[in-house]
Structures are given as C-alpha cells and as structure tokens.
C-alpha cells in the first residue's frame, strides 16, 4: 500500500491549499482514508476522513467549516480542500488508509495501518 501527499506550501492566513493523497498497491473496494496533522510539540490531530463507498466524512470541528474531504474513486485520490487557513493550521499533515472500512472517523488513528511521508502546511505572513 502507498500514500502519497501532495500540494502543501506557505500560504498567507486567510489563503488557501489542496492537499491530495494518492493511494495505491491495494484492491479494497471498502477503505477510508483520513487526514492527520502534527505540529511541532503537539500530539496528532485527526482532521477528516471519507470512504470510498458512499462518500462518508467526518470533519473535526477545529476545521469545520473552513475544510472540505473529497474523493475521486476513479483516480484512488483524496483531496483536502483548506480555505481561511489560520496559523494554527501550521502542520505537517498525513493521509492515511483504513482497508476494509466502511465508516470514518479521525477521533483516533485506530485502524489506519497504512500512513504517507506527510506534507508541510505552513500559514504564516
């Protein structure tokens, strides 16, 4: 299995990223695949998630609002749509897999076993 983020940068706050996570090596029709940010000091927080039947996501509320989770099946792609980035959103984030999932939620990281080598979000001016 393979993640791969792509799209982080330095953006002004108020701007706006797309990350997206590429997945691959797997035949899973069920799996989730969620968003996950560390700062430097901070534990890991858990940011969205979507399935890939039905589209399921959850959002967690310090981005709701400001964060969209999209999919495109077609393309085993997921993307992480951030607008009114503050500098708080500061992070390296990570997508990870769940195979054979077919709810999310980013609560924990129980359940995905399978992680991406991150992208750096930096919001600053």
């Known amino acids: 299995v393979r993640l791969v983020e792509s799209g982080g940068g330095l953006v002004q706050p108020g701007g706006s990223l797309r990350l997206s996570c590429a997945a691959s090596?797997?035949?899973?029709?069920?799996?989730?695949i969620g968003w996950f940010r560390q700062a430097p000091g901070k534990e890991r927080e858990g940011v969205s998630c979507v399935t890939s039947s039905r589209g399921r996501t959850n959002v967690a509320d310090s981005v709701k609002g400001r964060f969209t989770i999209s999919r495109d099946n077609a393309k085993n792609t997921v993307y992480l749509q951030m607008n009114s980035l503050k500098p708080e959103d500061t992070a390296v984030y990570y997508c990870a897999a769940d195979l054979g999932a077919y709810s999310c939620t980013v609560v924990s990281a129980y359940g995905y076993d399978y992680w991406g080598q991150g992208t750096q979000v930096t919001v600053s001016s």
């Open positions: 090596g797997f035949s899973s029709d069920y799996y989730a």
